[in-house]
């Protein structure tokens, strides 16, 4: 017999999501894969984000947010409030509000990376700068930010180097 307080649960295959290619300098895409708009959890987002083999995810922050990173697939390196880590699969790291971090894919293969942000809101962001991606699609064209990008930035709460 089910216990009363049995949660819900959720299983996506590799590309279930929405998904998004991403501007230059972040070349690749991601895919929301857990977020509270397809999901009973408010208190988090979730996904995936490739990049392809030089691409880097530019130094930022979060106002109001906790994110999680982990390599699964690739190297590189990461900067965390402009300290050098480098990064193979199996590396995790947590940044706490207001820490700026950049990542960037310095290997020969795809880079990819698992992200947890706590409370949600990345999805936004992905799908305000990004391109729509169909399923199983690996051409990631290259492109620019929105114009309009500092808007999109104040709006999801980021914190820019300098801020």
Known sequence: M??????????????????????????????SKITPDNSPFDHFSTGIQVLEPGAAVREHGH?????????????????VDGERHELE??????MGRRVLHFVQNDGDTRMKILWVIFPPGLEDWFRAIGQ??????TDAPVFDRPEDVKDIQDRQRFIRPGD
């Open 63 to 79: 106002e109001r947010s906790h994110e999680l990173l982990f390599v699964y697939e690739g190297t590189g390196h990461a900067l």
């Open 2 to 31: 089910p216990h009363a307080d049995k949660g819900p649960a959720i299983v996506l295959g590799p590309e279930d999501g929405e998904s998004y290619w991403q501007p230059s300098p972040s070349t690749g895409y991601i895919i």
């Open 89 to 94: 699969p199996g590396s995790m790291m947590l």
């Open 132 to 137: 729509p991606r169909d399923a199983g699609a």
